[in-house]
């Protein structure tokens, strides 16, 4: 990441706000921002595959459903964050399955960047299918995006759902049934 870049858009962006890039308040923002991108965009330098250097060779074929995994990602088209919930569901291929906490990272690895919650749906949900080759794949996605709630429409608290299936839970419905009540479940 070029931290000195980011810093000299920072500056140029308060200039151009109409703001005074050198009173006391702003005068580390731009150091600050170069910071806090190191964090929130850690994803775009992240190879989504390493999350899975190591898999576990269990037999286990039977659903697999990570609920309510917390994510803050960025949209790339306002630069303002979307915020909310993952659930990732998966039915392994009888040999292959990950550690529950490689389900987290992976959501955090394709949050953290410029997104569209579309995008980072479908991009958790082809990584897993890559890395477990499993029988099939749900992910189901919730969040707020503040570039809505901000401004514009101001929908506040309005969420936004997108889901994606892959291989038997988009062939089967009885399957995808099946992880639709697991989510259900939680609502309880
Ligand atoms: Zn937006």
Same mark, same amino acid.
């Given at each position: 990441m070029d931290t000195e870049k980011i810093k000299r858009a920072v500056r140029m962006f308060i200039e151009g706000i109409g703001d005074d890039p050198d009173r006391s308040g702003l005068r580390q923002t731009p150091e600050r921002v170069a910071r806090m991108c190191q964090e929130i965009f850690a994803g775009i330098a992240t190879d989504p595959q390493s999350v899975?250097?190591?898999?576990?060779?269990?037999?286990? *074929?039977?659903?697999?459903?990570?609920?309510?995994?917390?994510?803050?990602?960025?949209?790339?088209?306002?630069? +303002?964050?979307?915020?909310?919930?993952?659930?990732? &569901?998966?039915?392994? *291929?009888?040999?292959?399955?990950?550690? +529950?906490?490689?389900? &987290?990272?992976?959501?955090?690895?394709?949050?953290?960047? +410029?997104?569209?919650?579309?995008r980072l749906t479908s991009e958790i949900a082809d990584s897993l299918v890559q890395a477990l080759q499993p029988r099939g794949v749900m992910v189901v996605v919730e969040a707020e995006h503040l570039c809505m709630t901000m401004r514009g429409v101001k929908a506040p608290g309005s969420r936004t759902v997108t889901s994606v299936v892959r291989g038997i839970f988009r062939e089967n419905p009885a399957t995808r049934a099946e992880v639709m009540a697991l989510l259900r479940d939680q609502e309880a």
């Open positions: 899975f250097r190591e898999l576990l060779h269990e037999v286990h *074929d039977e659903i697999v459903l990570v609920k309510n995994i917390p994510f803050y990602s960025m949209c790339e088209h306002h630069l +303002l964050p979307f915020l909310g919930k993952a659930h990732v &569901a998966y039915l392994p *291929d009888g040999q292959r399955i990950c550690g +529950l906490s490689k389900v &987290a990272r992976l959501v955090e690895v394709h949050a953290k960047r +410029l997104q569209l919650q579309e």
